[in-house]
């Protein structure tokens, strides 16, 4: 199968805005992991090689028949699940041909796909929907399975290179393990973006979209961690060797100058006593000499300067968020919530204790209800029945970083949560969340994915009264790699309560968990039947 081959390859958008230009990379076969920063440019590419968007210059080559799962499926409710396929068209030309209906048109749109039926049949069973009824319509499922759906009609147009932008996206344990099973199984080569670490360590390949350029490297996520510790311990080597050299050039400099100027004034004092032609001589021979000797010095310091600056940009600046948040701190044993007997909108029974500075997970296939319950604790949807107290300040993170308003700047933004916090003191608490004094006065709207995340998580940690309980809706979803490390680093600060709803099993094991909550989708109840059984506590 052909590898995906970009020559030169530049794309604009048409405000001027560029996102990458003269890319030259050569994508292998097998799997390849796209990584990089939110806002790198990641999802355009991938449509540039779809060909979904044209390039401002440059070429793609080798990509033949492509297909394209993006980030954001746009989907019909009243469309049916062979729409979603993409062979409805095909499948109703096939029986009316079969039924001896069928018309000439009917038979170029079947052309030899005689088998399709068998095969929508065994791409369903790829994906764990076997017996699924091509009729029902996609407003009935869920957004895992719609997912997973349409990645098997990307497997029924037989592509040749398979684009996947973010597939495990609000997907649960069992889609998840559907999805990479599918993928695994799939033969061509396939280029796909993920912040999923699970999903990204069975890869072939990965490929680094960084300051414009991409980078590939051999092996999964684990490999390629290891292999760029490796390179920024060199690289910080590297700046501390130049760091040296440029001291060391910078005190022979002064060294030379402080006997350059002794031996001018020497020649200066032996001037009286020759004669004044001889004199004249030594005097511009020394000041030559003297020039040569420092200009070399000069030369050798810039040199220093030059290495050290080439050096300091091989490190990179993907700094952790370091922050003191002594005040989200909560007592041992404290009452943080608690939901008695309460009735969901959705008809499932909660009952639920958070105590002192807990940290709990709450997990459970897509459908159990766990942002139902979200939003119930943190009072944004009444409860049936049943009492909810929240005892202690709480804040959420929701899925949807849309907390800050677009018109106003960071600084502005990040205050209201904050009132009776000076300025100065909220730009240094800012700038150890790494928004620096720049980046603080502009727009909100202007902000990078990166740098809207760390601004919303600023704004609720730093909010006044300080939050002791911290409810978090699936926070990694559309984060990259080093924001959720620096979502680990913040929580980790955090010293009150947390409850975290995830699917993201490698970013819960980093929050040293102690205890988690399980939803079951099978235990919510069949209509008429009344409220559900308790959530169960692991």
């Not at 019909?76 to 699940?81: E, I, K, L, Q, R």
């Not at 290891?226 to 060391?248: I, N, P, Y």
């Not at 050096?311 to 600046?317: G, L």
């Not at 459908?367 to 005892?391: I, N, Y």
Request: proline fraction near 4%; glycine fraction near 10%; include cysteine.
């Amino acid at each position: 199968m052909p590898s995906l081959v970009c020559s030169a390859l530049s794309f604009s958008w048409p405000d001027g805005r560029e996102v990458f230009a003269d890319l030259d990379v050569a994508f292998p076969d097998g799997c390849t992991g796209l990584v990089g920063r939110n806002g790198v440019g990641k999802s355009t590419l991938l449509r540039v090689l779809a060909g979904e968007l044209a390039p401002t210059s440059g070429a793609v080559h080798g990509a033949g028949r492509v297909g394209h799962l993006p980030q954001q499926l746009v989907l019909g409710a009243d469309h049916s699940v062979a729409g979603l396929l993409g062979v409805a068209d095909r499948l109703a030309a096939l029986e009316r041909v079969v039924a001896g209906a069928g018309s000439a048109a009917d038979l170029d749109l079947v052309a030899d796909d005689w088998d399709l039926p068998e095969r929508v049949a065994a791409g369903l069973a790829d994906v764990g929907f076997a017996d699924l009824d091509l009729h029902r319509t996609v407003g009935t499922l869920s957004g895992g399975e719609a997912v997973l759906l349409a990645l098997a009609g990307l497997f029924l147009a037989r592509p040749q290179v398979l684009l996947l932008d973010e597939p495990t996206n609000n997907l649960d344990r069992d889609a998840r393990a559907r999805l990479t099973a599918a993928v695994q199984r799939w033969r061509g080569p396939v280029l796909l973006v993920s912040h999923d670490r699970e999903l990204l360590d069975l890869v072939d390949h990965v490929a680094e979209l960084r300051a414009g350029e991409v980078r590939v490297f051999g092996g999964n996520l684990t490999t390629f961690t290891a292999a760029l510790a490796v390179e920024q311990e060199a690289a910080r080597r590297g700046v501390r060797a130049a760091q040296g050299d440029l001291r060391r050039q910078q005190r022979e400099l002064v060294e030379a100058r402080t006997k350059l100027d002794r031996r001018l004034r020497y020649a200066a004092g032996q001037a009286d006593n020759l004669p004044a032609i001889v004199a004249g001589n030594k005097k511009r021979a020394a000041q030559v000499s003297a020039g040569k000797l420092r200009g070399g010095h000069q030369a050798d310091v810039r040199r220093a300067q030059e290495d050290l600056q080439a050096a300091a940009e091989r490190v990179r600046d993907d700094d952790l968020i370091r922050v003191d948040l002594a005040a989200t701190a909560v007592p041992a044993g404290r009452d943080v919530a608690v939901l008695d007997d309460v009735v969901l909108r959705t008809g499932r029974r909660v009952s639920l204790h958070l105590r002192g500075p807990e940290r709990v997970a709450l997990t459970g296939p897509n459908g159990s209800g766990k942002t139902t319950l979200v939003e119930t604790l943190c009072g944004l949807a009444p409860a049936c029945s049943g009492t909810v107290e929240v005892r202690v300040p709480v804040r959420l993170l929701p899925q949807r970083l849309q907390l800050l308003a677009e018109h106003e700047t960071v600084l502005d933004a990040v205050a209201r949560h904050a009132p009776g916090v000076d300025d100065n003191t909220l730009r240094a608490q800012l700038a150890r969340f790494l928004l620096d004094a720049t980046t603080v006065v502009r727009p909100v709207a202007t902000l990078s994915g990166g740098e809207r995340f760390r601004a919303t998580l600023a704004a609720l940690l730093l909010s006044r009264p300080a939050p002791q309980l911290l409810v978090l809706d699936e926070p990694t979803n559309n984060l990259d790699l080093d924001s959720v490390a620096q979502l680990v680093a913040a929580l980790r600060a955090y010293q009150g309560a947390l409850l975290v709803a995830s699917h993201d099993e490698a970013f819960l094991a980093e929050l040293e968990l102690d205890r988690r909550l399980e939803l079951d989708v099978a235990a919510r109840p069949a209509a008429g039947r009344g409220p559900s059984p308790a959530l169960g506590e692991g």
